[in-house]
């Protein structure tokens, strides 16, 4: 019985959202491997992303930073340390700070370090316990070039159509260092075919200037998501409208949102995104950490059918993959 019941709400919503969606060329529902399928292997390794494009997934993320010599290298951070073996191999290189930048670095001394799962810098224990052992295999960080060819190399010999997810990650503190992060990121996605909003890249940032000018000065005609970090950015819908074509909130967020009220008023707020043709793509949905659900399931529960969202970010594709499944 619940498992028809499941498959109608998901039928319903099909139908509900299958206008909007046919504009964009994606799926009604789609998954993004957050990092990869990080919560099997070291997030923004190759290997994880061979993983997630495995599994099914939609779309696969690349945050990106870009190195000394002006190449955008896939890592979650502008820091290095705490993913990789930096301060082991190049122990004099840190800023003042004590911190240890990609920008301060080329892609032949990158390549240099070893990959590891997340540690906190702290404890000098892993964040997630339960993943990928520390200092175990041999990991290494590779730029958008190399993760691009190898997805789309994959779509070609598996005949999948999975999309990749790039993030502009710190465009302020680049520009700073005297570079121009967005600019030389599109000229990549131009030159492996991502252009344009119906092209399977979705292009996202939390700095909303930022965006604006990816659409508005450098002219890109790619489907922009604006990711939300502040309670209070959930206000600006009208804002987004004018620039973007999503937005990504963080479970956070959309939890306070709705904590404590009916089922209608839970909807609302992605009901106002949909009004203003923004569809809604939330993060992060992880298995060993939903502070706010008894289990994963409630989370996604909570996510699909009660807020009706369009897409989420997760470390667990296959896991959500299947939920959705009828």
Known sequence: MLKTLKYTVLLSLTLLFSCTMSTQGFSDKIVIAHRGASG???????????MAHAMNSDFIEQDLVLSKDDIPIVIHDIYLEEVTDVSTIYPERSRDDGRYYVID??????????????????????????????????????????????????NLSTGKKTGIYPEIKNPGFHLKEGKDISKIVLQILDQYGYTKKTDRCILQCFDADELK????????????????EFTDDIDHLEIYAG??????????????????????????FIQRAHQQNLQVHAYTFRKDQHPNFDSFEDLLQFGFEELELDGVFTDFPDTVKDFLQP
Do not use: C, W
Request: aromatic share 8%.
């Open 105 to 154: 670095f080329t892609l032949e001394e990158l390549k240099r370090l070893s990959v590891n799962e997340r540690v906190n810098l702290e404890t000098g224990l892993a964040v997630f316990p339960n993943r990928f052992p520390l200092k175990k295999a041999n990991f290494k960080l590779h730029t958008l070039q190399e993760e691009i060819e190898v997805i789309q190399g994959l």
């Open 243 to 268: 620039y973007a074509d999503a937005i990504g909130p963080s479970i956070d967020q959309l939890f306070l949102l709705s904590h404590g009220k009916s089922l209608r008023e839970k909807k609302h």
């Open 40 to 50: 099997y292997i070291p997030e923004h390794t190759m290997e994880s992303k061979v």
């Open 213 to 228: 000018r990816i659409r508005q000065e450098l002219k890109s005609e790619l489907y922009l998501t604006q990711l939300l």
